[in-house]
């Protein structure tokens, strides 16, 4: 029992890392309908400018960890924003009215572009990440027993996690741009006759996936303190898994499947083959996708004519 509730806790913390990195997916497929593939390597360059800051920070004094944690991820979001609004206006504006497979195309493309500019400017060595959080907290340590743990930087993942959640849900629930993301999900040349900016509004909803991305990127460098230029692809490739398993457009469900993907590694690394525990995760992905196609949270798209 505490070495599951270990795990529980390990799972926990990565799915909520999961979960950041899949609502850009479900926000952006909410309003064009496509998949930004580039999303993974914003991530992996929100871990890069976590590095980089707090090498700086360290260089310059500012070594209080909560005031150095803060700087790192306003000037992270700032950063990965720039370069989400970016992607959109490159690889997406341009190709808005043409078929459906040239944006893809396009974001696949901008996404390996990212993956070798990232390694030409910073080399392709991993970069390590001394602890800049390490105090435990002990839940449980009994004699003879598996001493369960949780460390302050958990806590500030998953408080973290929760705060943001919470914080774009309310914005898109009741901001005069979260209602011009609403209106364009639902019909955008409608919302585009009724006076909305569409390319505002799309662009807005690039930067702020984009900064939900950065913030997981400098968590997970944090976690893991080791990062390299290809980190991105698989954690992309995971939390897109996330948003279809929630639902894909849904908030709530990106978060869930965060949840979900987290849990099932972390298990099945506890419990079976580490090696294996990808294959555990796509083939929960299909299972879903063969009983509930829309995922776990999802709305059947209606057909407008």
């Known amino acids: ?24 997916y479900t926000m952006v497929y909410g309003i064009i ?5 580039a999303h993974g390597e914003i991530y992996m360059i929100g871990a890069f400018i976590a590095v980089i800051s707090f090498l700086v920070l360290g260089l310059i004094g500012i070594t209080w960890v909560p005031l150095a944690v803060v700087i790192v991820l306003i000037l ?3 950063f990965t ?12 504006r341009p190709l808005r009215g043409s078929f459906r497979l040239a944006p893809l195309i396009s974001a696949i493309g901008m996404s390996i572009f990212l993956q070798n500019y990232v390694q030409l400017v910073q080399g392709a060595r991993v ?4 602890p800049v959080m390490s105090d435990v907290i002990v839940l449980m340590d009994r004699a003879g027993g598996f001493r369960v743990s949780v460390s302050d930087l958990q806590l500030l993942i998953l408080a973290l996690t929760v705060t943001l959640m919470i914080g774009f849900t309310q914005v898109i629930a009741r901001t005069s741009l979260g209602r011009a993301q609403r209106a364009c999900e639902q019909d955008m040349k409608m919302a585009s006759l009724l006076g909305i900016d569409v390319d505002r509004t799309i662009s807005l909803t690039f930067v702020m ?11 997970v460098t944090m976690y893991y303190g080791v990062i390299d230029f290809y980190i991105g692809f698989l954690a992309g490739i995971k939390a897109f898994t996330a948003a279809v398993l929630g639902g894909i457009g849904s908030l709530p469900g990106a978060m869930l499947g965060g949840l979900l993907i987290g849990l099932i ?3 099945w690394s506890a419990y079976f083959s580490v090696e294996y525990k990808d294959v555990a995760t796509f083939v929960i992905l299909v299972l879903v996708l063969i009983f509930r196609p829309t995922g776990l949270l999802g709305r059947p798209d209606l057909e407008k004519v």
């Open 1 to 24: 029992m505490d070495y599951f509730l270990q795990q529980l806790i390990n799972g926990v913390t990565l799915g909520a890392i999961y979960g950041l990195v899949a609502i850009g």
């Open 33 to 37: 309908g496509m998949i930004n593939f």
């Open 76 to 78: 992270t979001m700032l």
């Open 81 to 92: 924003a720039v370069y989400g609004w970016a992607v959109e206006r490159l690889a997406y």
């Open 127 to 130: 970069k390590p990440l001394p």
């Open 209 to 219: 996936g984009a900064a939900l991305a950065g913030v997981a990127g400098v968590m």
């Open 265 to 267: 590694e972390a298990f």
